[in-house]
């Protein structure tokens, strides 16, 4: 078929091609309704040229919506076999898998495939029926191209289909998030609409038809608007002469299905029944079995006039002997279905059940039903069963809601749509089927077991009060044990996810008396302690989770419990165990990176971020903070925005980057309202933190006031970062005023708060908060006029010897710092040597971490008393690095490989090493050993 028209979208797709083969990555979107030619465009555009572009191409449909990745499995088989992780890759497709680990093996094996055969092409056909792990994978894929020669080409309905078959959904998929995602990437949006009357006329030509004059062309072009499919089905039925003919009007009616109709009403009668029979199997297969389902027995014969209408598609190759038929486009094939009478589709659909694979057999044995079925209602249960067991959680649904439209009474109806509801819940978020099971469920009469279904799915929508009201409910009503189970260790997911310690520790133990397995009694105690994290603190926690016996080294947890370990991690690190925690993190994000059954959050990521943060590893905590960032976006578990951006807004304020920190803070407090009880005090901090910085002590106090509205249970979490804050902002003369009766009780408060959490420092076993807590009541005591209290309280914290990792280097540079200014301020003529010893080491530290600000302010009480001193570098990135240079410089710098950085920041290979050519060329490097002393800071171990 010839093809016309569409030169300004080829133009643009082309300027998009040759770009992406100059290293550019690109994503090309073509959007209309059914049938415009936007396949048609995409073959055209993305044919053979040049520049060698390779093609991998998938098609989305509605009945493989619910098989994961499939739209990647058909891209990644266009690939050669030797393309390095390609087969690993293919192996690793399994509906559990991660589709931010996949997505992170898909840019390695692009950057593979593309250095050996140049630039490639991915499309997907119809993206609006793709899966949502196929889309997801690719989303996050196209968040992190960078200089990959990669097109990503996707079409997409405008409209909804005609009619639909049984188990096809509706479009509804958000595609366009895979567009969202696309980021710092180029991206191309054409919309298509109909050709023009010299571009009808044109194709009419080409077709066959008689040279048309400009009155035929506009006849033609107003019977059919352009629309490609339709002028070319009007032109398969339409002779030239009645083209050509003014004196008439054009026999065919205007809408497709009258045309479709038309069409087969012209066809010989096995011709006909072999076009209905590919209408009913809506797939591609052999010509022998379209034809064993049409009842025909020369095959060939019927086929000649069913090709020369252009309703069906045949292309036989010497390679492929049972070549696949199919019914041209989907379009036609839905209107050759709606003219189908019912008995006739019932009775195709029977006999098309025992003609195709199992599954697929499926919705015909549905589709073949009359009335009520509870036989085949319990079949499809079974299978349904067997879905749950290979954790396709989609296909469960679905056969679980074609068993409920089958059973034979109200009760064995809502019992199928409930169990599907806890499966939904289980395995799914974002699908067209949560409108559609929602409104089910609420049609269910009232039960326990009806608001622990709807409470499960309304949490996933986002609507936390909602969900509480429902799972409340429903525990408190319950009396069979596992929806007395489900319906509790949901609620106490929900009262977690607002910072309610009370509730959720309430409704976990209720659970736990109910748990079904001894993982799930591990898995209970976990959330258990979560909940007493947020009551007690972490030491409690600890306590709490101590009972699960988990050993002491990360890497020895089976690995089963992997989970466990995020939640222990969590807890070390607010209780100042900074590097056994951030090893369990650690572990537990390497698990997920290669265990599919661990799904990764943000929450790992933030909760490390903050121990780089407290270590003095500031490009590591940067690091983790994007990490979080983006897997919170990916995945859109967005209670991780907040708090990933503060912590970076944390690390720029330390570094004197003001303009950064305020971008970060900006952000962090537009993302707060979505979980404010889990995530307000983040931004609290972090505007103290850069109020801090500032040295602006009032605004410090005016931030700092702001954790008295906070929830408690935030509060009570996180002291090891507010209480510092809040002893430093009350114990500090303001204006040369001292501290007020007022400011000293707050300043009392804190550090009482912080002793709760430093209690081994107390009792003399030396930890990460020893040097902090001898330093706050160093500051109290300074504050209150204790002089000899505050000198011995400075000198137990500058004493302290902890190992490296478990330090906190800010706060033993302030310790330094402070007790170089009460010595300075000794009345009695101290000698001032031990002062400037005191002040060299706050300045060297500071220095040494990239604190800009309070180095600038060490260095100047330097200055007072010696003369100027050597200043501290104006910021710890090297002049004329990116931040995502400085990054990979970084990593680089501790000995990690290109791949290994590049699971690091999900970024590919390639990028990897486009960035490291960058940075040795504004370094003036030759390699990596040169990047450990090039660059200031210091990073984390974790020892698993």
Not at 117 to 145: C, E, I, K, N, Y
Not at 355 to 360: Q, Y
Not at 636 to 641: F, H, N, T
Request: hydrophobic share 45%; proline share 5%.
């Amino acid at each position: 078929m010839g093809f016309v028209g569409r030169e300004a979208e080829l133009e643009a797709i082309a300027r998009c091609r040759a770009k992406v083969a100059e290293g550019v990555p690109w994503v090309a979107v073509v959007e209309g309704e059914a049938g415009i030619g936007k396949t048609a465009l995409i073959r055209r555009a993305l044919a053979e040229a040049e520049d060698g572009l390779r093609v991998c191409w998938a098609s989305g449909t509605p009945f493989e919506q619910d098989y994961p990745y499939g739209i990647l499995d058909q891209l990644f088989r266009r690939l050669p076999l030797d393309v390095p992780g390609i087969r690993d890759l293919l192996q690793t497709l399994t509906p559990t898998a991660s589709p931010l680990a996949v997505g992170g093996d898909l840019l390695a094996v692009l950057a593979s495939a593309t250095d050996d055969s140049g630039p490639l092409a991915l499309v997907v056909d119809d993206v609006q029926w793709a899966d949502s792990q196929s889309l997801a994978a690719l989303a996050f894929m196209m968040r992190r191209l960078y200089c990959e020669p990669v097109l990503v080409a996707v079409t997409a309905r405008s409209h909804g289909t005609l009619l639909r078959s049984p188990g096809e959904t509706a479009a509804g998929l958000d595609w366009q998030a895979l567009i969202r995602a696309a980021g710092r990437v180029q991206h191309l949006h054409l919309h298509l609409a109909g050709l023009n009357a010299d571009e009808t006329g044109r194709l009419a030509t080409a077709q066959g038809a008689r040279a048309l004059t400009s009155a035929g062309q506009a006849r033609l072009w107003e019977r059919t608007e352009g629309h490609p499919l339709h002028l070319r089905s009007l032109l398969a039925q339409a002779t030239p002469g009645q083209l050509a003919d003014l004196s008439h009007s054009l026999p065919l009616p205007v809408s497709m299905g009258e045309i479709i109709r038309h069409a087969l009403g012209r066809l010989p009668a096995d011709g006909r029944r072999l076009t209905e029979a590919l209408a009913v199997l809506d797939s591609p297969v052999p010509l022998g079995i379209a034809a064993r389902l049409a009842g025909i027995e020369d095959a060939a014969q019927a086929l000649g006039p069913v090709l020369d209408s252009g309703l069906v598609q045949w292309e036989p190759r010497p390679d492929q002997p049972t070549a696949p038929l199919h019914i041209h486009h989907r379009l036609q094939r839905e209107a050759v279905y709606q003219a189908l009478t019912p008995g006739v589709r019932r009775e195709l659909h029977a006999a098309a059940a025992d003609l195709v694979g199992t599954d697929a057999g499926w919705a015909h044995r549905v589709a073949a039903a009359s009335s009520t079925d509870s036989r085949l209602a319990g079949q499809l249960a079974a299978e349904a069963e067997k879905q749950v067991l290979a954790s396709c959680y989609a296909r469960a649904v679905t056969l679980l809601l074609w068993a409920a439209d089958l059973a034979p009474d109200r009760g064995g109806y809502e019992e199928y749509v409930l169990v599907a509801a806890m499966h939904l819940a289980r395995g799914l978020q974002n699908l067209p089927k949560f409108a559609e099971l929602c409104r089910r469920i609420e049609g269910c009469a009232p039960s326990a077991r009806r608001d622990a279904a709807l409470g499960c799915v309304v949490n996933f929508r986002g609507d936390l009060r909602g969900a509480e009201t429902l799972l409340a409910e429903a525990a408190a009503s319950a009396v069979d044990p596992v929806t007395v189970s489900v319906a509790n260790t949901w609620l106490g997911n929900v009262c977690l996810q607002q910072a309610d310690g009370p509730g959720a520790t309430k409704a976990v133990a209720t659970a736990l008396r109910n748990a079904p397995s001894d993982r799930s009694r591990r898995f209970l105690q976990a959330l258990r302690a979560q909940g007493t994290l947020y009551t007690d603190g972490p030491g409690p926690a600890l306590d709490v989770l101590a009972q699960a016996h988990l050993p002491e080294l990360a890497s020895q947890l089976p690995q089963a419990d992997s989970v466990l370990l995020g939640y222990r991690g969590h807890a070390r690190v607010l209780a100042g165990q900074l590097r056994a925690g951030a090893a369990d993190l650690a572990t537990l994000i390497d698990r997920q990176h290669h265990d599919p059954d661990l799904q990764a959050g943000p929450n790992e990521h933030i909760i490390l971020a903050l121990a780089c943060l407290l270590s003095g590893d500031w490009e590591g905590s940067l690091i983790n903070a994007e990490q979080a960032l983006v897997i919170s976006e990916m995945t859109e578990q967005l209670y991780g925005s907040a708090p990933s951006r503060s912590v970076a807004a944390m690390v720029h304020a330390l570094r004197g980057e003001w303009d950064r920190a305020r971008e970060c803070l900006e952000a962090a407090w537009q993302h707060v309202g979505l979980f404010p009880e889990l995530t307000g005090l983040y931004p609290v901090v972090a505007q103290a933190v850069l109020e801090q910085a500032l040295n602006d002590r009032p605004a410090l106090k005016r931030s700092l006031s702001r954790i008295d509205s906070e929830a408690p249970g935030s509060v009570t979490v996180y002291q090891i970062l507010w209480a510092p804050l809040m002893v430093d902002a009350h114990t500090a003369a303001v204006a040369d005023l001292p501290p007020t009766a007022q400011d000293l009780e707050r300043a009392t408060g804190a550090v009482a708060t912080f002793d709760q959490l430093a209690t081994p420092a107390i009792g003399g076993t030396v930890t990460a908060l020893t040097c902090t807590s001898h330093w706050l009541h160093g500051r109290l005591a300074a504050a209150c006029g204790d002089t000899t209290s505050a000198r011995s309280s400075y000198q137990q914290a500058v004493a302290t010897h902890v190992v490296e990792e478990d330090d906190i280097p800010l706060h033993r540079a302030f310790a330094h710092h402070d007790y170089a200014r009460l010595l300075l301020a000794d009345d009695q003529g101290t000698d001032h040597r031990d002062a400037v010893t005191h002040l060299q080491h706050a300045h060297r530290l500071f220095t040494q971490l990239g604190a800009v600000p309070h180095a600038g302010r060490a260095a100047r009480d330097l200055a007072d008393i010696e003369g100027p001193v050597q200043a501290a570098p104006r910021h710890a990135v090297p002049a004329g690095l990116t931040e995502r240079e400085h990054a990979v410089a970084h990593l680089a710098g501790q000995g990690l490989t290109n791949k290994e950085i590049g699971r690091e920041l999900f970024v590919s290979p390639k990028t990897v090493e486009y960035h490291l050519g960058h940075v040795y060329e504004k370094l003036q490097l030759t390699g990596r050993r040169q990047l450990r002393t090039a660059l200031p800071g210091r990073s984390m171990t974790y020892a698993a």
